[in-house]
């Protein structure tokens, strides 16, 4: 069934206003937004509109209890000026992962795939072309019920707006392994792209960048002994340049579509590529003996976070000089390739907006 979307569009678009050159990361949005919302059990009246405030009610169910998803994914502008969207779909699946953990409806495929591509073609003149930029894209979701008391919500509204982005981490930053505290455990809501995940880490990054750290990563709620994940990016080590090591998926981390992605780009070029439980201890080692040639962060929005130094019980282990890591620069020159359209793309993951 052709799913049909009411659109108004903008009386006056302020793309005029944006200077793409100096792009400032999340704080320009698009023209336009898309909006979709659950009354009675069902996902009712889409529309387009232009983008700006919401009004909620003061009792808005998501503030207080938290019933809140989201996703990030970006568009991109391929060399004949088509817009590109790089593995929507799960982008699509992974929303709805997050939507049953938190007790909130899942919202159909097509719906979402309707929403998106529908924006994405209205605003496209506002996908950036310099080199490492792209369209930011946020969809998310969250509990709209008027009501105080602890129950999943019977409303909820899902909304998709866009901001233009130049590259995250121009620099390779400093990481701390943390130890104080915990972002999931066990049977906890790390796999999900929850609300909550991220008001948690707010305080553990705000105390590592006092200590002259970028970012930190999350370590297992057992002992602190494994790593997790750092910010919003999956972490990934290369020993001796080819042995690729990567976080298993054991509940607590995302399951990163960059992380997906860059894990078939190495099994094709012929690396080993291990997904398990990594520690602390043999991080250290590979860093001591001259055997860590590479360690990154992988996400949408940065695509890769070259590490520059592992900092831990007051130690900064140091990595290579950026320009030499075979395996990030391999990874984010194929990624961003493939995502602009300018690389071959052997695993289909690029979607042409025609
Ligand atoms: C979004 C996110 C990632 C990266 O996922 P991608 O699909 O690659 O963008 C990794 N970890 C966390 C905690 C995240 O929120």
């Not at 992974?94 to 795939?113: D, K, Q, T, W």
């Not at 200590?211 to 997790?228: F, M, S």
């Not at 990624?335 to 602009?340: D, E, K, P, T």
């Amino acid at each position: 069934m052709a799913i049909s979307i009411k659109i108004s569009k903008t009386p006056q678009s302020r793309i005029h206003l944006c200077d793409f050159d100096n792009i400032e990361f999340g704080k320009i949005f698009s023209d336009h937004m898309f909006r979709v919302d659950y009354k009675n059990g069902a996902w009712q009246n889409p529309e387009i509109l232009p983008y700006g405030p919401i009004s909620i009610a003061p009792s808005l169910s998501a503030i207080h209890y938290g019933q809140a998803i989201f996703e990030g994914m970006k568009a991109f502008k391929s060399t004949d000026g088509t817009p590109l969207l790089f593995r929507p779909t799960d982008n699509a699946k992974r929303l709805n992962v997050s939507a049953v953990r938190m007790g909130m409806p899942e919202i159909p495929e097509e719906l979402f795939m309707a929403g998106l591509t529908e924006l994405i073609k209205l605003d496209q003149n506002w996908i950036p072309t310099k080199d490492g930029s792209a369209l930011y894209i946020r969809p998310f979701m969250f509990a709209t019920d008027d009501f105080v008391g602890v129950r999943p919500s019977e409303n909820y509204s899902f909304i998709i707006f866009c901001c233009p982005v130049n590259s995250y981490y121009p620099k390779p930053i400093k990481v701390k392994v943390e130890e104080k505290y915990v972002r999931a455990s066990t049977g906890m809501a790390g796999f999900a792209k929850a609300a909550g995940n991220y008001g948690i880490s707010m305080l553990p990054s705000y105390e590592a960048k006092k200590e002259g750290y970028d970012q930190i990563i999350w370590t297992d709620g057992n002992n602190h002994e494994y790593v997790e994940e750092s910010g919003t990016t999956n972490l990934f080590f290369v020993v001796d340049d080819n042995l690729v090591l990567t976080p298993h998926l054991d509940g607590n981390i995302l399951n990163g579509i960059t992380r997906n992605s860059c894990i078939q780009l190495l099994k094709a070029k012929g690396y080993a590529v291990e997904e398990r439980k990594i520690s602390i201890n043999e991080i250290v080692e590979w860093s001591k003996s001259g055997r860590l040639t590479d360690c990154f962060g992988t996400g949408t929005a940065a695509i890769i976070a070259k590490i520059a130094a592992i900092g831990y019980k007051g130690n900064d282990y140091i990595l290579p000089d950026a320009e030499q890591r075979v395996v990030s620069n391999y990874l984010y020159q194929t990624l961003y390739g493939i995502q602009c359209g300018k690389v071959e793309d052997p695993f289909h993951w690029s979607v042409k907006l025609d």
